[in-house]
Structures are given as C-alpha cells and as structure tokens.
C-alpha cells in the first residue's frame, strides 16, 4: 500500500479520514494542527499524493450521454518576478483556464411537465493553453464518443464534433447558463469558493491536484461515511504511486 511512505500509517489514515469527512477541505497547516505534527513539508506532500490518488480514481470514468461543457479561469498565486510583468484579463499569470465537464441528464416531472436537470458526474481539467487542440484532447478522453455535448459558441469548441456524436453550441447569455448549462457554472463557482475560502492561495502548479479533490467528493456527495473508506481503496491500489 504505502510501503515506500516514511510517514507512519496510523498518520496516512488519519489524513484520509480528516480530508474524506469535511465536505468543504481541510488546509495543510489546519490538518498538521489536528495530527500534531512537527513538519508541515511532510503533511503538504502527503496530502497532495492523497489528491492524487482521488484524480487517479475519478480518471478510470468517462463521461457518458448528455454533457455540459465550458471553461472557467481559476486565479492562483503568482511570482514576485511574474508580479513585475503581469498582465491584464485573458492570458493573464494569475487566471488558468479550466475545462469543466458535467453529466447532465434532463427529467420531467410528469405531473407538472416541468424539466429539471440531474447531475451525476463532474470533471476539471486544468488546460494547459487556450488553443482548440487541448479542449481537443480533454474532450477526447474524457467524453465518450456516442455523447451529446453542450456548450456555449466558444471558437475552443469547433472541431469537439470530430470526437463526439454530437455538439449543441449556443451563444452565451443568462438564460444559456441557467437552462443550458447550468451544473457546470454552479460548480464552478462552488469551487472558486472552496478553494478561496480553505486555501486562500493555490499555486498554479498544484490546481489540478486541488481539483481533483473538489471533483472526487462532489461526485460521491451522496457517500456519506462510506466516503473515507473508498479514499482507502484508491490509495490501496497505488493509483498514485504508478504515476510517479
């Protein structure tokens, strides 16, 4: 399991069970406070290979059916010397764009003949330019190829029909957020929040890593206490330690 880990067991159980019960986070120097441990380096490193067994897990599912799709831009910490020479707005240093997918399953209620849309699973790919070619690459292996995407009109988005069944892009206004995408909006903001709220600071580097936390509890919301028990599996399977 973590036979290679100079940190005792008894502390990596301790971990998972502390990130798995708090729906929100838990920061690195709040957890080395719970632990009480003497080197918050250690706690950092452990907890970020925790993240990275959730974003190993979550990796094995594709995206299926009806699937929201848009982006959202994160801000992260900068340098001082990417301080002296920051840019404003897109391409900025401080904004990373992100790919947000979300299954997004339409249900009618019978008696009303409203329609409201289920959410089942989540993605966020840290991108790694704004070209088409890398939402290209996050469609294609994320997404499965008989689904159906929406998206805003988003010149990203033009060849995502070479990788799907089928693409329903519409221009983006108020009402394309609320009835076209919304799942994909609301979790962005939820994360924007969390992740401003817990960790206040996330180096660019590392938010894919933070992502794939916010990802793995929102899509087993409903999990409850078993939660910290499937975090154990994907650490038992060493999802992070083959990636190394």
């Known amino acids: 399991m973590m036979e290679n880990a100079k940190l005792p067991f008894r502390t ?3 971990a998972m069970a502390f990130m798995s019960f708090s729906k929100k986070g838990i920061s690195a120097k709040e957890l080395q406070r719970q632990l009480g441990h003497s080197r918050y380096e250690s706690i950092w490193s452990m907890m970020h290979r925790i993240r990275q067994a959730m974003g190993q897990r979550d990796s094995l599912y594709i995206l299926e059916g009806m699937v929201e799709m848009d982006e ?3 801000t992260t910490e900068t340098s001082k010397r990417d301080k002296q020479n920051l840019k404003r707005g897109r391409g900025s240093q401080k904004q990373v764009n992100v790919a947000i997918m979300a299954e997004s399953i339409p249900l009618e209620d019978y008696k009303t003949g409203n329609v409201q849309k289920q959410c089942r699973y989540f993605k966020m790919k840290v991108l790694e330019s704004h070209r088409s070619e890398d939402i290209n690459k996050v469609v ?3 997404i499965d190829e008989r ?8 010149t990203s988005y033009l060849d995502i029909s070479n990788y799907i069944e089928v693409h329903v892009s519409e221009k983006s206004t108020k009402e394309t957020t609320v009835k076209t995408l919304p799942w994909v909006h609301i979790a962005i903001s939820n994360a924007k929040r969390t992740l401003l709220g817990i960790y206040h600071k996330v180096k660019g580097k590392y938010l894919q890593l933070y992502l794939d936390e916010f990802c793995y509890k929102l899509n087993r919301r409903y999990f409850g206490e078993r939660l910290f028990s499937r975090l154990t599996i994907a650490m038992a399977n060493n999802y992070w330690y083959n990636n190394e």
């Open 12 to 14: 990596w159980y301790l």
């Open 72 to 74: 959202g831009y994160f």
């Open 147 to 154: 689904s159906i995407v929406f998206s805003d009109k988003s």
């Open 140 to 142: 294609d292996k994320n």
